[in-house]
């Protein structure tokens, strides 16, 4: 029999149970804070027509193909979506009728890309979407409050790392501002996606590869100059008088400048957490104003850990009705992955549970056990009876290698006078406490660590 090979493969995350735990928790805390702006959650199949997942975003390349099942008559080739936006898209189109606008929705759910895979980029991966979508119309101060739920999620990370987490810097742009200048330049319509994505790929690339591809675009050397130093401002005024001198439209600039002052209005930190950077477009074609990335300091090299923007016109592949809308979403599998790489969060504790429940005698006093177990799980506290019949050192060892902080002890003496021992792992200190005091001893020993 041929040795068959039972690591993952490349690009499919698969954590022990201590990260997986720590996996968790970083989604509730993204929930959390979603739910906290008024966001409630939908969730699409993974499984995707391939005319939807083709409909925009040019992914064709990257999407897993399924084919045809062979029950389906009707002969649809379908695939796993690549994303959660271009689902949400075809969800608004099919249930338009049932939903109330503006649409607040989030979504945490694993997408799959055929990409190489490499430090920070993934093949399966969780992405955790928030996207705000209108009808017809949906104002720009919209934009603003996806920049303030991307600030509070990452504020509440922090948070929970105990600060361990470094600082975060959320990077603003507008794709009419870029788009405006090419149109000076007489470059317009699907002509402006090639400029846009070279732009977009200098932060990777230098300026130098960009200036080199652009001249193949067919721009002189005068408009590489202009679009060059455009993508090297840092400040509004800046970009807008490089914008006036060509006579550029300003519109991006000015919807630039709202978002930016509405997200202040909202609590955003804007100097201490707000970028201008004039050269982001985003590689999705379906983008069409705000642009948003977001990178963790000292860990650029990782790429945006939270990125999106505005889509004016993604629905209409699937209906002739306006849905505009803009979103974000957090890359959740980049940022863990971040988190645990650079020693961010602590993954040895291997389980849920508070406390082990120790059996020195199972034979007289198992139903003891088992009722202490109950006491403890009735107050909520996570607890594990060991069931196997082993020594007690034994016992506390498998406590101590699994993470378990607190063992309960309690042999014949201590049940006869309804009392128990409690050894707290942690600080190496044990206790006998009447068993009435139990739960909230152990409660105030939980809340402290």
Not at 1 to 9: C, E, F, L, Q
Not at 301 to 318: E, H, N, P, Q, T
Request: some cysteine.
């Amino acid at each position: 029999m041929a040795k068959i090979n039972i690591a993952p493969v490349s690009g499919f995350p698969e954590w022990l149970p201590g990260a997986r735990m720590e996996e968790q928790r970083l989604i509730d805390v993204i929930r959390q804070n979603y739910e906290l702006y008024g966001f409630a959650p939908i969730e699409t199949p993974a499984v995707e027509r391939l005319e939807v997942l083709f409909s925009k975003g040019g992914m064709q390349k990257q999407i897993f193909s399924l084919g045809r099942p062979t029950e389906d008559e009707g002969g649809e080739t379908l695939g796993l979506h690549f994303d959660l936006t271009v689902p949400l898209a075809r969800y608004v189109a099919h249930r338009s009728n049932d939903i109330t606008f503006p649409f607040r929705r989030y979504q945490i759910q694993k997408v799959w890309r055929g990409e190489r895979a490499q430090r920070g980029r993934f093949r399966e991966f969780y992405q955790c979407d928030i996207d705000i979508i209108g009808r017809e119309t949906l104002d720009v101060i919209q934009d603003a409050d996806i920049v303030a739920v991307i600030h509070s999620t990452l504020q509440s990370i922090q948070g929970a790392t105990g600060g361990k987490l470094p600082n975060y810097k959320i990077h603003l742009n507008n794709r009419k501002i870029l788009s405006a200048l090419f149109a000076a330049f007489g470059i317009t319509g699907e002509a402006i996606a090639e400029p846009l994505r070279i732009i977009d790929k200098m932060q990777r690339d230098g300026k130098d590869a960009a200036k080199s591809a652009l001249g193949k675009a067919g721009f002189s050397s005068e408009s590489i100059a202009v679009i060059l130093d455009l993508a090297s401002c840092t400040e509004l005024n800046e970009a807008r008088s490089l914008l006036t001198a060509v006579n550029a439209n300003l519109d991006g600039i000015t919807e630039l400048e709202q978002v930016v002052q509405h997200a202040e209005n909202l609590g955003v930190p804007v100097r201490e957490k707000i970028v201008l950077e004039f050269g982001i477009a985003r590689g999705l074609d379906y983008y069409t104003g705000t642009v948003f990335e977001t990178f963790i300091e000292g860990k650029k090299g990782w790429g945006s850990i939270c990125s999106g923007g505005r889509y004016d016109d993604l629905a209409s592949y699937f209906t002739t009705r306006k849905f505009p809308g803009v979103g974000v979403s957090i890359g959740l599998s980049r940022l863990f992955d971040l988190m645990v790489q650079s020693s961010i969060l602590e993954t040895s504790r291997s389980t849920p549970t508070d406390v082990l429940v120790t059996a020195q005698d199972r034979s007289r006093y198992l139903a003891d056990y088992l009722g202490l177990a109950r006491t403890l799980r009735d107050a909520g506290i996570n607890t594990e009876v060991f069931l196997n019949d082993l020594a007690l050192r034994e016992q506390i060892a498998y406590a101590s290698n699994k993470g378990i902080p607190l063992v309960i002890i309690a042999g014949s003496e201590e049940l006869s006078e309804n009392l128990v021992s409690i050894k707290d792992l942690r600080h190496r200190t044990q206790e006998r406490i009447p068993g009435s005091e139990m739960v909230k001893y152990i409660q105030a020993k939980i809340s402290a660590r």
